[in-house]
Nanobody, 124 residues
Framework: QVQLQESGGGLVQAGDSLRLSCVAS????????MGWFRQAPGKEREFVAA????????SYADSVKGRFTISRDNAKNLVYLQMNNLKPEDTAVYSC?????????????????WGQGTKVTVSS
């Protein structure tokens, strides 16, 4: 079993950067694909980015491609989401998720474990 805890959210202005972190408890973190999802007020949860167990494969939502970067440090049980050039439409609660088998997918139902989320607010 894996427990996930996000951090790094906050209030920023448009154009600023933030780095979100997600630390996983438990062993064998390297076996899990990881993803970031977000949910804005009044909207459904949406895929942001995903990364495979070894970091060799990544995928991004079109809305964040070129601005956000997902990465991981298996030695520290950490996955990151570097967010640059933030826009007001990026305002949401961001959650990380884990799926066994090593591949992070684009669909929430694929993931087994979820963190509580960290709030990101981008002012214009």
């Amino acid at each position: 079993q894996v427990q996930l805890q996000e951090s790094g959210g906050g209030l920023v202005q448009a154009g600023d950067s933030l780095r979100l972190s997600c630390v996983a408890s438990g062993r064998s973190f390297y076996q899990y694909g990881m993803g970031w999802f977000r949910q804005a007020p009044g909207k459904e949860r949406e895929f942001v980015a995903a990364i495979s167990w070894n970091g060799g494969t990544t995928s991004y939502a079109d809305s964040v491609k070129g601005r956000f970067t997902i990465s991981r440090d298996n030695a520290k049980n950490l996955v990151y989401l570097q967010m640059n050039n933030l826009k007001p439409e990026d305002t949401a609660v961001y959650s990380c998720a884990a799926v066994g088998g090593g591949l992070g997918g684009r669909f929430a139902h694929e993931y087994e474990y979820w963190g509580q989320g960290t709030k990101v607010t981008v002012s214009s």
